[in-house]
């Protein structure tokens, strides 16, 4: 097993304590300020193996899937990533808004091609105060989900300053996918129309879908489109990786060793 596999299915909290920025933990794929801790304290695994093991390559040709995916949420704060992951990961929806500390994360597994993807998908804090942490985790994802809320039109006029976050910390390569959320929501709170949404996708170059956490409105559709571009990515990566061969026709190798061998006796004769 590796230290990703052990952290992902770890069943304790784990922390780490630094005087200089105080106490974080990772639970259940947590990781944010420690809460207070009564009884002994809980096993401690340092928070710089943790980021390296989501820094891990994506590894492939296991029992349970195929590729290994690493997707992240970010956008401001309040417009609905955690809405969206819990209703894409468990099919289910809240009303009550509760701010995600620091990192979380869930797992689904999907079929795409033939192929078992598991998506492996984090939500990000949206406050300024997470940011530093937050943007550790840019390096390791393969996909990122620019998420604004279609009634909040300064969640949309910051996608630009997220956009420029992916290009300071993430890979060259990474996809990217523009998300409009809580397209349910009445056309008279609406501050964000959809040309302007698809515009600015269209500038970027990255596809761009409305979703609805609360009516399950294309969930579906944008996670499996950005699995399914990764996935692409990857085959195509290994297609490039596998070493070129070249098929030799038995007669065409008999007739060129017949005419060898005749110019041999010519030139000895």
Request: hydrophobic share 35%; proline share 3%; glycine share 8%.
């Amino acid at each position: 097993m590796t230290l990703q596999e052990a952290i992902l299915s770890y069943p304790k909290t784990c922390t780490e304590s630094t005087a200089e920025h105080g106490d974080w933990v990772v639970s259940e794929g947590r990781v944010g300020p420690r809460p207070a801790v009564q009884g002994p304290r809980p096993t401690q695994i340092s928070i710089q193996r943790y980021l390296l093991a989501m820094a891990a390559p994506p590894a492939r040709g296991r029992a349970d899937y195929d590729y290994l995916i690493k997707l992240l949420l970010i956008g401001d704060s309040g417009v609905g990533k955690s809405c969206l992951l819990l209703r894409f990961s468990d099919g289910s929806f809240t009303t009550s808004f509760i701010t995600t500390i620091g990192i979380d994360f869930k797992i689904r597994t999907i079929e795409l091609d033939g192929k078992r993807i598991k998506l492996q998908i984090w939500d990000t804090a949206g406050q300024e105060r997470f940011r530093t942490i937050t943007t550790a985790y840019y390096r390791g994802a393969m996909g990122i989900l620019l998420v604004y809320d279609v009634t909040d039109e300064s969640s949309f006029n910051n996608i630009r300053n997220w956009i420029r976050n992916i290009e300071q910390h993430a890979s060259d390569n990474v996809n990217k996918i523009l998300v409009g959320n809580k397209a349910d929501m009445d056309e008279s709170k609406r501050a964000v129309p959809t040309s302007k949404g698809q515009a600015l996708a269209d500038e970027y170059g990255i596809k761009f879908f409305e979703t609805s956490a609360k009516t399950n409105l294309n969930v579906e559709e944008v996670f499996f489109s950005i699995g399914k571009d990764i996935k692409q990515r990857l085959a195509d990566t290994d297609a490039r990786a596998e070493p070129h061969t070249i098929t030799i026709n038995q007669s065409d190798q008999g007739a060129a060793g017949t005419s060898q061998a005749t110019q041999k006796s010519a030139c000895c004769g």
